[in-house]
């Protein structure tokens, strides 16, 4: 597993170093993101892309933060530049995936460039985010799980382990996907 920063439930640290790898990019100084809204999506980017080109890891995660980093900020045109930075970053990074076989998973956790209007909403959203599966081998062998009430990001970890190949854990919440038996 290759994971940038954490994913461990807002911990930092290992729960098994042996399994896990971490790369952090050092981030700018906050005062400066207004300025700099590109942040450093492209060295993240190239880190990730490098990953997934040595074809040694199962998994893994990354997070570009310029939408909610300088969403924060409430500069309309820094924000901007922000959603174009991560819309070229993320293509790169699937199409590297696709060429590598692999799948690949774009989401967000909370919505906040979406809504600069002229209140300048500078806070999260509650809007809802996607959920992409971008599967290049997908042969319908799983499909969207309709059943669920109401699908959020607790959802999402037994989807990743799903599409790994694994059950999920008792405890968690239902996949977003189903197979087709």
């Not at 980017?45 to 980093?69: C, P, Q, W």
Request: charged share 25%; proline share 3%; net charge negative.
């Amino acid at each position: 597993m290759f994971k940038f920063y954490f994913f461990n439930g807002n911990r930092e640290g290992y729960i098994n170093s042996a399994c896990e790898k971490y790369v952090e990019i050092k981030s700018d100084p906050s005062e400066m993101i207004e300025d700099n809204p590109k942040m450093k999506a492209y060295e993240v980017t190239e880190e990730v892309i490098k990953a997934i080109n040595s074809e040694h890891y199962k998994f893994i995660r990354v997070n570009l933060a310029n939408g909610d980093m300088v969403g924060h900020t409430g500069n309309i045109k820094s924000a901007i530049i922000a959603a174009e930075t991560v819309n070229e970053c993320v293509n790169k990074i699937v199409d590297s995936v696709i060429n590598n076989n692999g799948i690949a998973i774009v989401t967000a956790d909370h919505g906040n460039l979406e809504d600069m209007s002229l209140e300048w909403q500078t806070s999260h959203t509650c809007n809802p985010v996607m959920f992409n599966i971008i599967d290049p081998q997908y042969k319908e062998e799983y499909n969207i799980n309709y059943e669920l009430n109401n699908p959020g990001l607790g959802n999402i970890a037994a989807t990743i382990l799903n599409l790994l190949g694994f059950e999920k854990p008792e405890g968690y919440k239902k996949s977003l996907i189903k197979f087709v038996i």
